[in-house]
């Protein structure tokens, strides 16, 4: 409880803060002192109030909030980002109009030599100085609105089009990966892997269904979902689940917990899924025979879950130690830095996901601080590591640069 209080009043800080540098943007530098300054306060201030407000309520069961609440942590974002990048190009303009303010006044400032003619033609100039800096506070008005209309169309407009990505259905890609040590009888192996479902406020039965006829059509060897399945309780989102059940593949459906799972009752979770057909690799191995070859599969617990108090944490050694080093393993682990301690147990490949593949561009970037792998197929001290977008979304209903995606990943022996 308390962590969540925490977590609720450091979102409230952040927005709160952004939305102040959005008021000064939107509101303070585009509007003159009166009535539409007064508006856009209370509106900032509402707005600003909105996002905590959502993340709580989500929580508590208000599930009306989450639309609203979510679609607008977009816009601001994207408006955040738009109005940071146009800070220098602006700074820049203002200082090009000052100079040229600056500029026209030693001509107003130096009226003797004109006299000594005739006071006429000293005139003009002294009032073009004279307009040219009353007319600067109107070019930087219209300057900040200008920036205003732009950030907040293409804000919009980025939205709009990462709802209908986000909402969309997932693309189905196919990447061929190949191990030095799968038996030539296994070449062609293919597992199924997806994450990052959420299914939760915003997504429910209708979307697992989607995802289960999809992977269905692959007809894969192996199905993995590795974590992040869900964003509520059993209770609460069981009948969502429930299409689980119809997984179809020849050696079975796994499953590794996410972080998400440790928030959602994850004991819970991990009989469910065992009801519905799943297997759930809590810091264990198992044997994929197929092809009359030997394949190692492993799962890890999500490394959110030590000191969770929920479950045990991710334990390498108990899915990893006291194997034969000469099959190839598979992993699953839901975030790309497991392969950091996985690389240490000799792992030939891990699948995971976690990361939406940024899911907002360019919030990738900063992902990519955390994880080693944002996307796609990469490599950790000489472990491979595939990384799934995920099916789903957290949060905003918005994926810009990242389209909601299926994997399906064939081994290939060299």
């Given amino acids: 409880m308390l962590a969540a209080l925490a977590f609720v009043a450091t979102i409230a800080l952040i927005t709160g803060l952004i939305h102040l540098y959005l008021w000064k943007r939107l509101v303070r530098d585009t509007t003159t002192s009166g009535r539409w300054r007064r508006i856009g ?17 989500t929580q508590a069961g208000l599930y009306w909030l989450a639309w609203p609440g979510y679609l607008w942590l977009a816009v601001m974002f994207y408006l955040l ?19 040229r ?58 939205t709009g089009y990462g709802i209908r990505t986000a909402l969309g259905p997932p693309q189905l890609d196919r990447v061929q990966i190949p191990l030095a040590k799968l038996p030539r009888s296994m070449d062609g192996l293919r ?41 509520g309780s059993v209770a609460e989102l069981g009948e969502a689940a429930e299409p689980l059940r119809g997984l179809r593949s020849r050696h079975g459906s796994y499953f590794v917990t996410g972080n998400h799972e440790y928030y959602s009752g994850v004991e819970e979770w991990v009989q469910e899924l065992d009801r519905l057909g799943l ?57 790309p830095v497991a392969a950091v301690e996985a690389a240490k147990f000799g792992v030939d490949l891990q699948l995971s996901g976690h990361t939406h593949g940024g899911q907002l561009v360019p919030f990738n ?38 389209e909601p995606q299926i994997t399906l990943v064939e081994l290939r022996s060299r």
């Fill in 279 to 335: 297997r759930v690799m809590q810091n264990e191995r198992t044997e994929i025979q197929a092809r009359g070859g030997v394949l190692d599969l492993a799962g890890v617990n999500d490394v959110t879950a030590a000191g969770s108090g929920l479950a045990a944490p991710a334990d390498y050694a108990a899915a990893l130690g006291d194997r034969d080093p000469n099959r190839p393993v598979v992993l699953l682990a839901h975030q």
């Fill in 41 to 57: 306060g209370v509106t900032a201030l509402v707005l600003a109030l909105l996002v905590p407000a959502t993340m709580a309520g």
């Fill in 81 to 99: 980002v738009l109005l940071v990048a146009l800070e220098v190009p602006m700074a820049v303009t203002k200082l090009v109009l000052r100079r």
């Fill in 191 to 231: 597992i199924a892997t997806v994450s990052d479902i959420h299914l939760g406020p915003l997504r429910g039965r209708a979307h697992t269904e989607r995802i289960v006829a999809a992977i269905n059509r692959l007809d894969a060897d192996i199905v993995a979902v590795v974590g992040d399945l869900v964003d």
């Fill in 101 to 158: 303010v600056a500029a026209a006044e030693p001509t107003a400032a130096a009226p003797e030599p004109a006299m000594v003619g005739a006071a006429g033609p000293a005139d003009p100039p002294a009032a073009d100085a004279v307009g040219q800096a009353d007319h600067d506070p109107t070019r930087r008005l219209l300057l900040a609105r200008g920036a205003a209309i732009f950030a907040g169309l293409t804000a919009t407009g980025l």
């Fill in 365 to 402: 970037l900063l992902v990519r601080l955390q994880q080693p792998v944002v996307s796609g197929l990469g490599e950790v001290d000489g472990t491979k590591v595939y990384v799934t977008n995920g099916a789903g979304f957290w949060g905003p209903p918005v994926r810009v640069g990242a």
